[in-house]
Structure formats: structure tokens, C-alpha cells
């Protein structure tokens, strides 16, 4: 080893530190003289997760290639594919779909990645979630759906995307608590009557066809 050259542990460091801003030349260089790919930093970082929640997409691709593990986990329990689709990272987000991760993961506390997309209404990742198969209704370990989260934190566009998508707005927590328990944003008040009238509608329809047979 040349003098001065990083040891191990300080080449895994600058790999995290490069993917995450986005250093594609100095991951690959760090990669080519020892770095460990799958390198665990503070909080169980990888250097993917780091490149894709930040949005890298080149550098998340370079580092798939290299073989980085698709399903590693950060200290909270998110994927690559949660932490991009979380930050809105449309584009690394469509990476990692296309390369196989799993669209179900879920962190400690049962999110998965359409959740934590719809949680900080990021509706671009979280449509691309959607149309990728992802789970409407999957609940948190509190019984939270994204639709419940999306109501609570007030972001219309998520709770607009997957109202059209079909999520069940009678759905309650483990504590039974439903959309109106606290849906405090006029927009998406509106989006909810909109969705009972349409959905009252079709059991007024459903009532009148089974009664006509």
C-alpha cells in the first residue's frame, strides 16, 4: 500500500461520504482500490441507500453493478428503494423497480415504501409505486394505510392519487382512528366527500341492479 493511501475502514468512509454526494468517478476509484460495496456506516448506512435518497441515479446504477445489496437496511429499517421513493426520487426510484427491489419492504415500524412516499407527499415516487403493483392497504404496525398517513399529514396530491387508485377510505388504525379523526386540510376534506358521494353512489347503483334481477 502506498504511503497515505486509506486503510479499509477510512476507504469505506469516503465511499459512503462519495455516494452521497453524488461522486460517481470517486466511487468508482474507491471501489477499484478496496472499498467493500456493501460497507456499514452510522445508522447501518450503505452507500446505496445513501446515493439513492439523496437521488444519484448513476451512482446508485454504478454501485448495483458492483453489486450492492438491493435489500440492505438502514437503523430504521429502510430499503434503497423506501429512502428514494421517501425523498421524492423519482428516477432512482424507477432504478431500483426495474431492478427487482422489493416493492413491500417494510422498516421497523411497518412502513412501506408507498407509505413513507405518501407520508411526506411525495405523489411522483408514489405513483410510480402504484403502478408498479404496490400495496394500498398495507397497514404499519399501528394499522396505519398510506391513505390514513396521507390524511394526517395533510398532503392532498398523495391523498388525491390514491383515492383514485381505489384505497379504502373507511379504513381505521389498530387505536380505531379514520380519515375524519383528523382531517384538518380543507383540500383533502374536499377529496374525502368526493370519494363517499362516488362511493355511496355506486351502493345506491348496486342495491338498485340486485333488486332488478
Given at each position: ?31 477499484d ?60 426510484t424507477?432504478?431500483?423497480?426495474e ?25 411522483l ?89
Amino acid at each position: 500500500m502506498a504511503q497515505g493511501a486509506p486503510d479499509g475502514d477510512t476507504k469505506n468512509v469516503a465511499l459512503l461520504e462519495a455516494a452521497d454526494r453524488g461522486n460517481e468517478a470517486e466511487v468508482a476509484a474507491l471501489l477499484d482500490n478496496g472499498a467493500a460495496v456493501n460497507a456499514v456506516g452510522r445508522r447501518s448506512m450503505t452507500a446505496l441507500i445513501a446515493a439513492s435518497a439523496e437521488g444519484h441515479t448513476d451512482v446508485a446504477r454504478l454501485l448495483l453493478k458492483r453489486g450492492a445489496e438491493l435489500e440492505a437496511k438502514n437503523q430504521t429499517g429502510l430499503t434503497a428503494l423506501a429512502a428514494a421513493a421517501m425523498q421524492g426520487r423519482a428516477d432512482t426510484t424507477r432504478l431500483l423497480l426495474e431492478s427487482g427491489a422489493d416493492i413491500e419492504t417494510k422498516g421497523t415500524s411497518g412502513a412501506t415504501p408507498l407509505y413513507v412516499a405518501c407520508a411526506f407527499g411525495r405523489h411522483l415516487t408514489a405513483r410510480l409505486l402504484l403502478d408498479s403493483g404496490a400495496d394500498l392497504e398495507a397497514k404499519t404496525t399501528s394499522g396505519l394505510t398510506p391513505l390514513l398517513i396521507a390524511v394526517f399529514n395533510a398532503q392532498a396530491e398523495a391523498v388525491k392519487l390514491l383515492l383514485e387508485h381505489g384505497a379504502d377510505a373507511e379504513a381505521t388504525s389498530n387505536a380505531g382512528r379514520g380519515v375524519w379523526s383528523r382531517c384538518d386540510d380543507a383540500d383533502c376534506k374536499q377529496l374525502l366527500e368526493r370519494a363517499e358521494s362516488i362511493q355511496r353512489w355506486h351502493r345506491r347503483r348496486g342495491l338498485a341492479l340486485w333488486g332488478s334481477v
